[in-house]
Nanobody, 119 residues
């Protein structure tokens, strides 16, 4: 199974920026549509941004215009550039495949990376 490792989170003031990274081991990454998910405190995990294997992107309304998802298939890495951060962006951020089948290829979810935005 392929492992996913998220990094780049931290504590930032409202209006600040962070860049998250998702590193995937193995060779399947480049063929899989991926997503960034987040779990706000006390809430369910939600999908915030998506990217297909060829780079088409999509965003939740709550982050549109502020977050940018990208990927480097040669490096088996995906990114999430987060600008104009708001306190409601606080949560643990995860990367994984979009479909249940693709998520199964990665096995379990990674540990995620904590993002905390202070007001």
């Amino acid at each position: 199974q392929v492992q996913l490792v998220e990094s780049g989170g931290g504590l930032v003031q409202a209006g600040g920026s962070l860049r998250l990274s998702c590193a995937a081991s193995g060779s399947i990454f480049s063929n899989i549509a991926m997503g960034w998910y987040r779990r706000p405190p006390g809430k369910q995990r939600e999908l915030v941004a998506t990217i297909t294997s060829i780079g088409s992107t999509g965003y939740a309304d709550s982050v549109k215009g502020r977050f940018t998802i990208s990927r480097d298939n040669a490096k088996n890495t995906m990114y999430l550039q987060m600008n104009s951060l708001k306190p409601e962006d606080t949560g643990v951020y995860y990367c994984n495949g979009l479909s249940p089948t693709d998520r199964g290829r990665f096995g379990s979810w990674g540990q995620g990376t904590q993002v905390t935005v202070s007001s």
